[in-house]
């Protein structure tokens, strides 16, 4: 993967300002640490971060490519996974390629069918391509938004880049957050409202759209959407396809010209994304592939099962592995280590995050790249398939709001009078909610639970999926490991979105369809090991070290947090020996990780330097 920034101005000279270019540009060297390049021009600078995983002799950006007096100037983050058909298609129309790279082949289609390209493209992408005639700047992203976008507006400048901090390098743009950011942060967080870019006059290229800047102004398109159609096909059948779609997406996704591996937990997710690849190497006769478990010092004495967590990944990593024959490898992250990884896993998202559920992630992908450049995980299976507990919990069936964040009076109590006052965090969360459901593609004469349903999977594909994608993309990228996602495969997505829950729950079963699709190809006890969630610490001194953090917080009279928080409250849950009832986000994140997140906001405001605009 890459990172890409770029600066579009109708008064300013760019070639002048190289050196901000650059800046911004270096902000990304973690996502593209192997080479860098930059294109500018009066009117336009792109830059690009690169990670070499296909034709490292061919694949260097900017990439130019002239036809006549035509000229296109491409960045490009991303892997294209039907590239050999477009290859063909293109070649078929009289192009010809100088390089193997998928960056020439989305070139080459935009040059043919201009902004309609992106509709041909199975990948995971954002890019912005520079047409030169029509001074004309066209940004788009992938369909689930894999791939992170951001732009902002200041005068006549137009910047966009990768991250958020690529755009904070330039001087037009403030770390300024207004009320809408606060309530973002303190009662959406740690997911994201699609399109928001949380700081103030930041926008998000939100999934599945494209945009075209020109002198006349911004025009944005959504070119992917979910549709809602009866579902044509019988249990067999439905079974068989969902099998053939993730093995075809897996293998798909293998390609690459440097080391390769997948993340194992055991689970019936990772392991059915590893018995593909594991299978598809060994028919071409190469190596075993790599596989990486994570597991917690510690752990094994004091986890406990509960309905959110009910079985432990310890011993199910090595059990598929060897059962499939890989080259197996545990990372183990200690308390100390996965504490000082919390400010890390700040200023790789740029916002504060999932606490100890980013940072254990970025201490396992950094040891994962040791060994491997390109890694395949099994995350947003539950997304597709319907795995998470709030798809069966009657509480949040009926909830009239997120159901992975059920208790949001116990957050709106940790907030100060003020801030309250400023955000009207309870309206916020209802409107976000509201606005979110009104999007919903509808089927006519759906009974009331079925439409409820599908209610809740739309909310966890487009609300709650973000927030993983954009961990997924950040934690890996802060140390140049790319993560891909076949289950994010847009037609395994559509197709399943569109089939009956009593399918998609065969058997009585979480994600009892993805059960019977992989008969045969992992163990029964797998197929019949219960839904268990990436896996987090249990040891007490975690909870220590964080509580110890926000006591500390609390008692600094300059801590930018303190205006922003009840301070009786937050002392109250700092010294409370009970712990919540059920998660307040998600599936993991109880008290340590509530505790945790306020620490990151701190350390967020200070190390930003962020201003608010209220």
């Known amino acids: 993967m890459c990172g890409i920034s770029g600066w579009i101005d109708w008064e300013v000279d760019v070639t002048r300002h190289r050196p901000t270019l650059e800046a911004m540009t270096e902000t990304l060297s973690c996502r593209g640490p192997d080479a860098g390049g930059i294109w500018i021009s009066p009117r336009a600078g792109l830059g690009h971060r690169r990670l070499i995983v296909v034709d490292p002799e061919g694949g260097v950006q900017p990439m130019v490519r002239k036809r006549g007096e035509e000229q296109y100037i491409i960045i490009y983050n991303g892997e294209l996974y039907n590239m050999p058909e477009l290859r063909r298609e293109l070649e078929a129309r009289g192009y010809s390629f100088q390089t193997r790279s998928d960056t020439e082949i989305i070139l080459v289609a935009f040059m043919e069918w201009g902004m309609e390209c992106v509709e041909r493209l199975n990948g995971i992408f954002a890019f912005a391509i520079w047409d030169v005639k029509e001074q004309s700047l066209f940004l788009a992203r992938d369909r689930l938004g894999v791939k992170p976008l951001f732009y902002a507006q200041r005068g006549s400048a137009f910047l966009f880049a990768s991250e958020l901090k ?145 079985t432990s990944d310890r011993d199910w990593g090595r059990r598929v592995a060897a059962f499939l024959g890989t080259n ?47 890694g395949l995980s099994g995350e947003c299976a539950d997304e597709v398939f319907g795995g998470y507990p709030w798809f069966r919990r009657q509480e949040a069936l009926r909830a009239r709001t997120f159901p992975w964040s059920l208790e949001i009076e116990k957050r709106v109590r940790l907030l100060s009078p003020e801030l309250t006052q400023e955000i009207r965090p309870l309206e916020y969360v209802a409107d976000r909610y509201a606005e979110a459901l009104a999007e919903v593609p509808r089927l006519p004469a759906e ?158 405001l200070r190390e930003y330097r962020v201003s608010l605009d209220l």
């Open 328 to 374: 197996h490898h545990t990372v183990v992250v200690d308390t100390p280590e996965l504490v000082e990884a919390l400010t890390a896993a700040v200023q790789a998202r740029d916002l504060p995050g999932m606490a100890d559920i980013d940072a254990s992630l970025y201490l396992f992908c950094r040891e994962i790249k040791k060994g491997a450049s390109v």
């Open 166 to 310: 690529a755009l904070l390098t330039h001087t037009a743009v403030r770390p300024e957050i207004d009320a809408e950011g606060l309530a973002e942060i303190f009662v959406i967080g740690p997911a994201r409202t699609p399109g928001h870019g949380v700081f103030k006059g930041v926008a998000e290229l939100k999934p599945g759209h494209c945009l075209l800047y020109h002198q006349n102004g911004i025009s944005i398109r959504q070119y992917w959407r979910l549709q809602s159609h009866p579902h044509p096909d019988d249990l067999d059948t439905t079974v068989a396809k969902v099998r053939d779609l993730l093995k075809d997406s897996v293998e798909r996704q293998l390609i690459s010209d440097v080391s390769l591996c997948t993340l194992l937990s055991g689970g019936i997710d990772s392991s059915a994304i590893t018995a593909f690849a594991a299978g598809a190497l060994r028919r071409k006769g190469l190596e075993p592939l790599k596989t990486y478990s994570i597991d917690y010092a510690g752990n094994e004495s004091y986890y406990r099962p509960n309905e959110f967590e009910p």
């Open 447 to 604: 009974n009331p639970f079925e439409a409820r349903i599908r209610e809740i999977f739309y909310l966890t594909l487009t609300r709650w999926m973000p927030t993983l994608l954009d961990r997924n993309d950040r934690m890996s990228m802060a140390v140049g490991l790319e993560l891909r996602v076949p289950f994010c495969d847009h037609r395994l997505v559509e197709y399943v979105w569109n089939v009956p829950w009593a399918v998609k729950y065969v058997d009585d079963k979480e994600k009892g369809l993805l059960r019977r699709a992989l008969a045969g190809v992992l163990p029964d006890e797998v197929l019949a090991r219960r839904k268990s969630p990436y896996p987090k610490t249990h040891n007490p001194a975690f909870l220590h070290a964080v509580g110890a953090w926000v006591r500390d917080i609390v008692h600094q009279p300059n801590s930018p947090l303190r205006p922003l928080i009840n301070i009786p409250v937050v002392r109250a849950l700092v010294e409370s020996r009970t712990e919540f009832d059920i998660p307040w986000f998600g599936q993991l994140m109880r008290r340590p990780q509530l505790l945790a997140y306020l620490a990151q906001i701190d350390f967020w």
